[in-house]
């Protein structure tokens, strides 16, 4: 399969919900096994992780690869891939099931090379809002280590050297119940949330930016309240998603928040930043490798999503976000460039194929 087709496959299962992400990781642990790739799944939350590696295992160097299978929801047409032009559209194609087609590919291409190990390891729940018993921490727990990791987020063929931390929040605001025939006699707590949600928008640190972020992300994802058409609603929560600069603290966040008149916070959710030094040897190579398929910087870019690269940050291993490029993730017409799913496979295959030529040359122009 080549890029394209794989990827539409990929999209063909509906992995925003359990069953599909189960039956989309038992197409690719049989993808690879049919491949002789050494694969193994596990599971985290009853989902399986699935964990594949190729090279030498006595290699000095040991690269990881991560990408998700599971997407946000979407309308059924959208598991239906359809190519206009260069796009191919479809739930997840550019996050980042067009990625992962090409992260298969790669690993494939990798199987002869003689001068890194090379391990794959796919989640089921990079989407979603647990904050622990994650499928990257998993991976990591599981001894999914090495010197250095690529998540393959969107990034439009830029090497992702930082992203923005997670502080989400459900925050209940109260309000009056009256009969429906007679609002002005309660305190709408719907209507009151809506003006909870200016506020935060208007705080101190919704304002402030940052070299690579020009300002925090605040989304309203969700409402919750009323409980009958006739009566005023004398409560209602409301899910609050603030993807934060690396350099602020989210419990100042949280502090400032708890300082709007009329709203309490019930309960959070939260992910580090993430951030990688650009001039480390890895970073370097990788750029290098991507150089010949991008037009000029192929480093600076800051993700404004929060990234599962945490978790080997966390653990101590340099990771960035690489991606083929696209447009309208989460959104209705979600699309990756074709085009660009050759180059993205080949960027990668040839940065784990130069790269000990390159660590060397850099470490002799480190003692040079």
């Not at 002869?112 to 190990?117: D, L, S």
Request: with cysteine; proline share 6%.
């Amino acid at each position: 399969m080549d890029e394209r087709v794989l990827t539409e496959k990929l999209i063909g299962y509906d992995t925003s919900l359990p069953e599909g992400i189960k039956l989309c990781a038992g197409f690719i642990k049989g993808w690879l096994d049919a491949r002789d790739i050494e694969s193994r799944q596990i599971a985290c939350r009853d989902l399986p992780v699935t964990l594949a590696e190729v090279g030498p295992e006595t290699a000095a160097t040991t690269v990881l690869l991560h990408g998700h299978v599971d997407v946000v929801p979407g309308r059924a047409e959208q598991f239906e891939p359809r190519l206009e032009g260069d796009r191919l559209l479809g739930r997840g194609a550019y996050d980042m099931k067009g990625a992962l087609a090409c992260l298969l590919l790669a690993i494939v291409d990798l199987r002869e090379q003689a001068g890194v190990r090379v391990r794959l390891g796919i989640v089921p729940d990079e989407e979603s809002e647990e904050e622990v018993e994650r499928g990257g921490d998993l991976l990591v727990e599981e001894g999914f280590v090495g010197d250095f990791a690529i998540t393959g987020e969107p990034t439009d063929m830029l090497v992702g050297v930082a992203a923005k931390g997670v502080v989400a929040m459900r925050l209940r605001v109260d309000g009056l119940a009256a009969h429906g025939a007679t609002p002005w006699l309660g305190e709408n707590a719907i209507l009151r949330a809506v003006d909870v949600f200016r506020a935060i928008q208007s705080l101190p640190f919704a304002s402030q930016s940052s070299e690579l972020f020009d300002r925090p992300s605040i989304n309203l994802g969700r409402i919750l309240g009323g409980d009958a058409l006739n009566k005023v609603p004398d409560t209602c929560f409301i899910d609050v998603d603030v993807r934060h600069l690396p350099e602020q603290d989210p419990e100042m966040i949280l502090d400032e928040v708890r300082g709007i008149a009329g709203a309490t916070v019930v309960s959070t959710f939260k992910r580090p930043p993430a951030q990688v030094d650009p001039e480390l040897p890895f970073v370097r190579a990788l750029c290098e490798a991507t150089a010949p398929y991008t037009d000029g910087e192929t480093t600076s870019v800051g993700r404004d999503g929060a990234s599962d690269a945490v978790s080997f940050l966390r653990a101590g291993i340099p990771a960035v976000e690489f991606g083929p490029l696209g447009g309208g993730h989460h959104g209705p017409e979600e699309w990756v460039s074709v085009g660009s799913l050759g180059s993205y496979r080949h960027a990668v295959v040839d940065f784990v194929e130069g790269l000990p030529r390159r660590l060397a040359s850099a470490d002799g122009g480190a003692t040079g």
